[in-house]
């Protein structure tokens, strides 16, 4: 008897469906599977005879054979056990052909028979809808990230027992255990932060446009501190936004029961970190940092003493928002839409050019400093020096703006951006083209003149004159205007040339 049922697998962050066929004929006892698998799903042969027993299902002594369709896409993973399962189960007759109709069947299977949760739910369920099936036969612990996709009917099960009464009509699905809703952990107060006010600046611009920030200045100015409380101040996540991140981290298996991600992340790798465990890969490629920080934030603590080998591969997905991955395999992509943030010390000793703290010498400051490239360099918006706090300004009681305020401030000027890029599907001026920085940047005679005079005078690469631009259109929206004015450049070029302190001219 010859049955099949859909089941999914992970191609990066996407979904795709798997036809499980199963066929029972007569011939000499074997179970043969195939379909370019790997070790752990090849080792799904004895997990489901055992479950089925377990279960109170004995499989006949007869030819067994399993294909997964398409047969050239590698299958990697323990999520094809209960479509394995249920495809054997309809091979054998055991519930009606037609309630598996429009179906899809993911879980793990325990020798017990139980259901166990997998990763990568949420973007099989998003292909599944998309390819027309209605029904999706999950864990009780994916059902609800699987309910964050609309117009599907998520079915938890708990074993495989319960799936088989579930297809008979003699059971319902199971609910997912009532989960106290933790409080989210939010991040500090720019209430709290003394002084810092050209930081603070830099921070609501970024976080205004999506733009990247590299801070400069000595131990324990408040850089860290200033970036962990960037996401207090980040303008709400559209609901798109919401499903995209979600869809990462459910390929990373990072949910851990829960539904949609509704706060933007913030990512802070420690920096003996690897290329692979930064940009992503493997041999079967999943998603890195970069990748988890899609949509939110990046924040590379200590920047020079990261591997420069590590932070170069920083450069392509700075530029294409996107980062891709070559395997035999096939072509994998991650998104890689972030805000870069970055912290540093402007020497090994940390208080260069104060020569009457600092202690190292000029080949060692150019040498620390050299760590990173000039191309990397290229790609920050904002440059901000950060001095020490004075002690009058930690001795106030004055109190400082709060993230609250900021961040109204940030929604706003994110809204205008969403308003004007909506026809070319981009949300932020950082994301801008060439095309649409001609459209939506344009200077009157005087600002052009006056950007003219610049260009020429610090040394701009073409990329540093486009992100004066994105950064100017940014810091217009903040203030409500149409037009970019003269006022708007001139901010725009003094957070762009603030690293020249260090690494000379160029921009």
């Known amino acids: 008897m010859y049955q099949f049922v859909y089941g999914g697998t992970l191609f990066g962050v996407d979904g795709r469906l798997i036809r499980v066929e199963a066929d029972i004929s007569n011939g000499l006892p074997s179970f043969e599977m195939g379909g370019r698998l790997s070790a752990e799903v090849k080792e799904s042969r004895e997990r489901v005879r055992t479950a089925l027993r377990n279960s109170g299902v004995h499989l006949p002594a007869r030819r067994i054979s399993l294909s997964l369709a398409p047969a050239d896409l590698p299958k990697s993973g323990t999520g094809f056990d209960l479509a394995i399962a249920v495809a054997l189960l309809a091979a054998l007759e055991l519930f009606p052909e037609e309630k598996k109709q429009d179906c899809v069947f993911l879980g793990e299977l325990g020798l017990s028979g139980e259901v166990r949760p997998v990763r990568g739910v949420l973007p099989v369920v998003c292909t599944a809808r998309d390819e027309g099936l209605t029904t999706c036969f999950v864990p009780v612990e994916n059902v609800r990230e699987a309910r964050a996709i609309p117009g599907m009917r998520i079915v938890g099960v708990s074993s495989l027992d319960h799936a088989l009464r579930v297809l008979k009509g003699e059971a319902e699905g199971e609910e997912p255990p009532a989960q106290e809703e933790a409080a989210a952990e939010r991040p500090g107060d720019f209430a709290d932060v003394a002084g810092m006010q050209t930081g603070k600046r830099a921070a609501e611009i970024a976080a205004a446009g999506m733009h990247n920030l590299l801070m400069i200045g000595p131990p324990g100015a408040g850089k860290s501190m200033l970036a962990g409380r960037i996401p207090g101040i980040m303008p709400p ?271």
């Open 237 to 507: 996540m559209t609901w798109e936004e919401r499903i995209e991140l979600t869809k990462i981290y459910s390929s990373r298996g990072l949910l851990r029961g829960q539904g949609l991600i509704a706060e933007r992340q913030f990512r802070s790798p420690h920096h003996t970190i690897t290329k692979t465990a930064l940009a992503g890969g493997g041999v079967v490629p999943r998603a890195g940092e970069v990748t988890l920080a899609h949509r939110s934030i990046l924040f590379l603590d200590e920047l020079p003493e990261f591997d420069p080998h590590v932070l170069e591969v920083l450069r392509q997905p700075l530029e294409e928002r996107r980062l891709t991955v070559s395997r035999s395999s096939g072509v994998y992509t991650f998104p890689a839409d972030i805000m870069l943030v970055a912290a540093m010390n402007p020497c090994k000793c940390g208080f260069y050019p104060d020569r009457g703290r600092c202690s190292c010498s000029e080949r060692d400051v150019r040498k620390y400093l050299g760590r990173i490239s000039r191309p990397l360099l290229d790609r920050f918006d904002l440059f901000v020096e950060v001095p020490p706090v004075l002690y009058e300004q930690l001795r106030s009681t004055e109190r400082e703006e709060s993230s609250e305020k900021i961040r109204i401030r940030v929604a706003e000027a994110r809204e205008r951006q969403i308003a004007r890029l909506k026809d070319s599907h981009m949300v932020c001026n950082a994301q801008m083209g060439s095309e649409e920085v001609k459209a939506f940047c344009r200077l009157g005679s005087r600002e052009e003149s006056y950007l003219e005079q610049i260009y020429r005078t610090l040394g701009f690469s073409a990329r540093g004159y486009t992100r004066v631009l994105k950064l100017a259109r940014t810091i217009a929206d903040l203030s409500g205007k149409d037009e970019i004015g003269t006022m708007e450049l001139s901010e725009a070029v003094s957070f762009r040339r603030a690293g020249e302190t260090f690494w000379g001219r160029g921009g």
